[in-house]
């Protein structure tokens, strides 16, 4: 209206905002010219206004594999691609209007989960294992990999050496199998060991030797440790309650302490989520339900 009143009368900006009492400098916002016309000063129409141009931007920038770019590599590729030639900053305008720009605090997107969490219904039917690494009072590093029956908490298998390869995993995984005394394929059959994505468990000779033994391997999600939570847990605690408390002068040394440890672990730790019993007193009380 502002606009009207000033073309139809011919009127200044200044004399127009002291008729209406505003500033100068509001008026003359209200009444610039959009485009630019003959005889008058004001900004050129943006190009971003174009509904084709529009159409190429929304659909590079929802292309597949497209999603994380940004105006930068939008507007390359609108030349390249397009033969669109326009600049940066334009592309950058409908970006930002169309609501295609990443926002600066930009979080890392979580993956979906591939598995559930284990909730086993009694003992010997999902188990997990995994490896963490400590260092000798030398600085020599060692390697301790863990197997935890996640229903009733316990270690059932341990090593702990110099080297990390697939064979201190399958000798962890044997000892575990050995002492619950599942030494047949038909023994096995309903076990099931999640392990994740390392080099070690997904060796060739490591998953063999779980296809030997009737062993169901299954591994957790990229980048998921809360899908492996019961052995993580127990490994923490390990670590709080032995190792940093401790300085182990050679590996024989270590392998003591740990020893005790997994014994004191599994016959005298108590767990809140046992409702505060010991493992072995938990897989005593199933055993002993089962039976009645």
Known sequence: MTREVRQERRMSIRRLARAIEEPA?????????????????????????????RGAVRRLCCA??????????????????????VNRKTVWR?????????????RRPRRPKRVQKMRPRGPNA????????????????VFLVMVVDCYTREVVGWTLDRRCRASEWVSAVRMALEARGLVTKEACRKLTLRC????????????????????????????????????ERVIRTVKEEEVWLNAYETLSEARE?????????????????LGYRTPSEERAAYVTLAAA
């Open 25 to 53: 400098s509001t008026v003359g916002a209200w009444v610039k010219p959009v485009c630019a016309g003959e005889g008058e000063r004001g900004r050129r129409c943006p190009v971003s206004g174009d509904p084709r141009l």
């Open 94 to 106: 409908i970006m930002h209007e169309e609501g295609l720009v990443r926002p600066k605090v930009w």
């Open 126 to 141: 999902g188990w997990q294992i995994d490896m963490t690494s400590l260092t000798l009072s030398d600085m020599t590093p």
């Open 196 to 231: 994740d994505n390392g080099a070690q468990p997904c060796s060739k000779r490591f998953v063999e030797y779980l296809g030997s033994m009737g062993v169901r391997g299954e591994y957790t999600g990229y980048s998921a440790p809360d899908d492996n939570a019961y052995v």
């Open 64 to 85: 597949p594999r497209h999603e994380t770019f940004g105006y930068r590599r939008i507007w390359a590729l609108l030349r390249r691609g397009e033969g669109v030639y």
């Open 257 to 273: 302490a740990i020893e005790k440890y997994v014994n004191h672990y599994n016959n005298e730790r108590i767990h809140a989520s």
